[in-house]
């Protein structure tokens, strides 16, 4: 059975930067998409970065919405089998829990869509003032 635990969320100013790591147990296929979502407040739970386990080390295979394309990096360390997410240029409008999510199914199957990904971290609080 495959846990996810995140951890390095925390606090910055504006056009901070802050990395965020999930911690994988378990195993996972070269067939999973591995992912980073976010749940900012009052608002649906949105995906902000994937990639297929498959192709990680790709650059074309990562995929990321329009709101941290250019600002977040999604990388993985297969050694160590932790998965990243590099937070540049943070807005206060990143604030939320972000949470590292696991599908069976390729990214391009599984999109960004909640209901594809059964395997999810308990989340890290990240706040980003202004």
């Known amino acids: 059975q495959v846990r996810l635990v995140e951890s390095g969320g925390g606090s910055a100013e504006a056009g901070g930067s802050l990395r965020l790591s999930c911690s994988i147990s378990?195993?996972?296929?070269?067939?999973?998409?591995m992912a980073w979502f976010r749940q900012i407040p009052g608002k649906e739970r949105e995906g902000v970065a994937s990639?297929?386990?498959?192709?990680?080390?790709?650059?074309?295979?990562?995929r990321y919405s329009d709101s941290v394309k250019g600002r977040f990096t999604i990388s993985r360390d297969n050694g160590d089998n932790i998965l990243y997410l590099q937070m540049n240029s943070l807005e206060p409008e990143d604030t939320g829990t972000y949470y590292c999510?696991?599908?069976?199914?390729?990214?391009?199957?599984?999109?960004?869509?909640?209901?594809?990904?059964?395997?999810w971290g308990q989340g890290t609080q990240v706040t980003v003032s202004s």
């Open positions: 999510a696991r599908s069976s199914f390729r990214c391009g199957v599984a999109g960004f869509s909640t209901s594809q990904f059964k395997t």
């Open positions: 378990g195993t996972t296929y070269q067939s999973d998409c």
């Open positions: 990639f297929d386990n498959a192709s990680y080390d790709y650059i074309g295979n990562k």
